[in-house]
């Protein structure tokens, strides 16, 4: 994959577009010193946010808990702990950030309810067309200061007025600009919605967005890219739509140029898509960080797999079974916390644990 030429510099001369925004009340706490594109793991635990499928409420915010990254408890007795009755009345694919230097954490979504489309098609290939080519625009999102009590949704467009959808949003923060890099999948018209593309927009404070230019465009399809750092480089993971594997990139810039590592484990094995990389609080006796890989292997319907590696810059990662999810973890993310969070997550919405 390649970046398209001056991406990011070109984000950062568009003025601004205001969105609406809702206010929050702010609650002050002590923020762990941990950002998502860092490197650091937590000295509480990881909250996984997630969601479960076609299903009524399955297309609905879910919350895990875990002290080891490895073992998780559902929350809420596994049910949903956020619900969209904007847009599609749907979400998918929550992705939550905890802003640089400041006691909020921003939460992005999918506006997209398959289970819904499909009542109204009866037609399942008819419903993917449907989403792809005149799906949402917007993103649902969620703002919060403690992880527990969240203020929302909204909708925001992001994608272009001729896009087709705007899926799987994640965002990074970029300490050379001082701002978030946002980026999506979208399809437009001028393939006639059949390649996705990796489209990026720019924001300070998740309110007023740059306008939305390309990423990644490659001659294949693009989807379910996610970043993330450690040391001096970026690592980004992709699905390469025609082939249907991960492919694995690194860089030493967001706006890079941006290098695939042929060697990635994950590469030639097909059926897998939502990459999403944290590192775990297990070291080594070097004090080498152990980093976890998970995919979600929807072709075989086996939700999130694990692989780990303690050299993020080889691309090995190794099969991991030590791992135990509580129900079928589908395309979410993994929120390193403190103590004293993972502690108002247990206390509000309670543990169920099923290992």
């Known amino acids: 994959m390649k970046t398209c030429p001056n991406t990011l510099n070109i984000i950062k001369k568009h003025r601004f577009l205001r969105f609406p925004f809702l206010r929050i009340a702010a609650t002050a706490f002590a923020i762990a010193a941990f950002s998502l594109a860092g490197t650091q793991a937590s000295d509480g635990g990881y909250l996984f946010a997630t969601f479960k499928g076609e299903s009524p409420t399955g297309e609905q915010i879910y919350f895990a808990l875990s002290r080891d990254g490895r073992t998780w408890?559902?929350?809420?007795?596994?049910?949903?702990?956020?619900?969209?009755?904007?847009?599609?009345?749907?979400?998918?694919?929550?992705?939550?950030?905890?802003?640089?230097?400041?006691?909020?954490?921003?939460?992005?979504?999918?506006?997209?309810s398959i289970y819904k489309k499909r009542l109204e098609t009866g037609n399942g290939v008819e419903t993917w067309k449907q989403a792809v080519q005149s799906g949402s625009r917007s993103l649902v999102i969620w703002e919060s200061t403690d992880l527990v009590?969240?203020?929302?949704?909204?909708?925001?467009?992001?994608?272009?007025?001729?896009?087709?959808?705007?899926?799987?949003?994640?965002?990074?923060?970029?300490?050379?600009?001082?701002?978030?890099?946002?980026?999506?999948?979208?399809?437009?018209?001028?393939?006639?919605?059949?390649?996705?593309?990796?489209?990026?927009?720019?924001?300070?404070?998740?309110?007023?967005f740059t306008p939305a230019v390309p990423f990644i465009d490659e001659?294949?399809?693009?989807?379910?890219?996610?970043?993330?750092?450690?040391?001096?480089?970026?690592?980004?993971?992709?699905?390469?739509?025609?082939?249907?594997?991960?492919?694995?990139?690194?860089?030493?810039?967001?706006?890079?140029?941006?290098?695939?590592?042929?060697?990635?484990?994950?590469?030639?094995?097909?059926?897998?898509?939502?990459?999403?990389?944290?590192?775990?609080?297990?070291?080594?006796?070097?004090?080498?960080?152990?980093w976890c890989l998970i995919a979600d292997a929807y072709a075989k319907s086996l939700g999130y797999q694990p692989y780990t590696t303690q050299s993020l810059s080889s691309g090995i990662f190794t099969k991991a079974e030590d791992f135990s999810f509580p129900f079928k973890f589908r395309h979410g993310c993994v929120l390193p916390v403190s103590e004293e969070e993972y502690q108002r997550l247990e206390k509000t919405f309670g543990v169920e644990i099923k290992h």
């Open 73 to 112: 408890s559902a929350l809420n007795k596994s049910k949903p702990v956020l619900i969209s009755e904007i847009g599609t009345s749907g979400v998918r694919d929550p992705y939550i950030i905890r802003l640089e230097g400041e006691n909020k954490f921003v939460l992005l979504a999918t506006d997209l």
């Open 149 to 208: 009590k969240w203020e929302g949704p909204r909708l925001v467009q992001v994608a272009p007025e001729d896009a087709g959808c705007a899926w799987a949003p994640e965002a990074i923060y970029d300490s050379e600009a001082g701002d978030y890099l946002v980026f999506w999948a979208s399809t437009t018209p001028a393939t006639g919605f059949k390649k996705h593309r990796i489209l990026a927009s720019r924001t300070k404070d998740f309110r007023e």
């Open 219 to 290: 001659s294949t399809g693009v989807i379910d890219t996610t970043i993330v750092k450690d040391g001096g480089l970026y690592y980004r993971f992709s699905k390469n739509e025609t082939r249907k594997e991960i492919v694995m990139e690194t860089s030493e810039k967001l706006a890079g140029p941006w290098k695939e590592i042929t060697e990635f484990t994950l590469r030639g094995i097909p059926g897998i898509e939502g990459p999403e990389c944290y590192p775990l609080k297990l070291q080594d006796t070097n004090g080498q960080k152990t």
